[in-house]
Structures are given as C-alpha cells and as structure tokens.
C-alpha cells in the first residue's frame, strides 16, 4: 500500500438517505424489490462508517420526487480545486442535480470553481474514476462521448489528465466503477472484462474472482477501504496486500444497480 494522496484522502462527505419510494427508481437488473426500511438501515450504517474513516458527514434532505437520488455520487464529480455538476444520463435524474450545487460549493469553500455539464452532453459521476491525477471516464449508456469531453476540459487546469473506456458491450456494469476502481495511486481494482483493457496497460491490477465481481466496488478512505460484505476471496486479497477493508451490507443497493461508490461524494 502506498502513501495516501489525494485521491483517496477525505475529510468531507455528502449523503442523500434513501427515500420511502426508493423502490420505484431505476434498475436493470432483476434481482428483487429492495426493502426499503432494510436500505435506510444499510445507509446508516454506511455514514458511520464513513465517519470511522475521519469524515464529517453531511445529509441531504431526501427527494421523494427522485427515487434514485440516494445515489448522490453520479451528480459532480469532484477533484481539489474543481466541482463539475454533471448532466445525467437519465432523464429522470435531471433534477437531483441543482439541489447538490449549493452543498457542495459550499463544502469546498472559497476559490473552488465550478463548472456544469451542458447539453448534448451528459455525464453521471459513476462513470469517473479518479486514479491519481487522472481520470478514466467511462462511455455508457449514462454517459457520452460530449459529457466527457467537457469534464476533461473542466479539470485540465487543476492538473488532471482524462481518458475514456467504452463499457457499452459489457452488460454486468451499469456504471464504469462498478467493475473499476482506484485503490491506491499504484493499483486499480478491475472485473474481468476490464482488466486487461487498453486503457490501462503499464497499470497494476488486482483482477476480482468473476464470482466476486460486485465488490470491485470499493471506496478507498483515508486508512480504510469500504468493501460489501459477503465476498470472502477479494477481502482476503485486500488484507493480504496491506489494505484495512471494512465490510458493509448492500444487498437492497445492489438490487437497485447501486454499489459503496454511488452514496456519498467524497470531499478533498
């Protein structure tokens, strides 16, 4: 494990509890209806965690208008310096996107630009994934070539490189953090299918068992490094190389395309 940087090292968070209607928000999969008092439960228990890691956690108020906006992470993206609000993929989810605006400003503080993804493009956090000073930026069905674009423009000046991996032929992923993560400046996380992507050649990466495949959706914080619970071999694999993982119930998140990742933005 190398030394912490800044793109694993928080002081910050903003959360978004899931609202009574969480169920009726989007998915792809079909894995069951999430039960939603089972799901505020998880979210707690998510916040405190982030709260052992060091951070100070700020709650939103829920949307009830916007089933999905417990996924407050796919609304900015968010690098020293720079707040980019995004412009999601969803129709749906447009509108969860100006009530972040203040908060986040505002926990950046003074000096922090801020910058908005604008039509034709579209852009949902979960298709960034910060690796060091550069982001991959994942071409979806969330996501298009134009969103990216203007996100890499947005944080050039602050320093930052950008990258893209289409992921639209790979059905398991919703989202490119779901199966590829950075947990360490000198190591990525990666499902199968994108382990070996040309994108990152000359990168180390720790390959998750396909079995194992949703707790590629790890959040490093700080010290620690949250994981879903219920996936022994990767855990393992985490604490043999040096990691301190801290396991978490997802399972009505996960019924709902949503992983660690997707519930809080994580502040500098």
Known sequence: MSPLTSSHRFTRALVRPPTPNFAEGLTSVSLGTPDVACAMAQHAAYCDALR???LAVEALPPQPAFPDATFIEDTAVIVPGVAVLT???AASRL???ASVRDAATRAMGAGCMVREIVAPGTLDGGDVCEHGR????GISHRTNGEGARQLAAFVAPAGYTASTIDIRGIDSILHLKSGLVSIDDELLVAIDELAAHPALAGQPVLRVPPAEAY????????DRVLVAEGYPRFLGELRRRGFAPLELGMSEFRKMDGGLSCLSLRLP
């Open 52 to 54: 052992a890691c060091g």
């Open 87 to 89: 412009r999601p993929g």
């Open 95 to 97: 509108g969860e996107v």
């Open 134 to 137: 550069h982001l991959f930026i």
């Open 215 to 222: 707790a590629a959706n790890c959040v490093r914080v700080n």
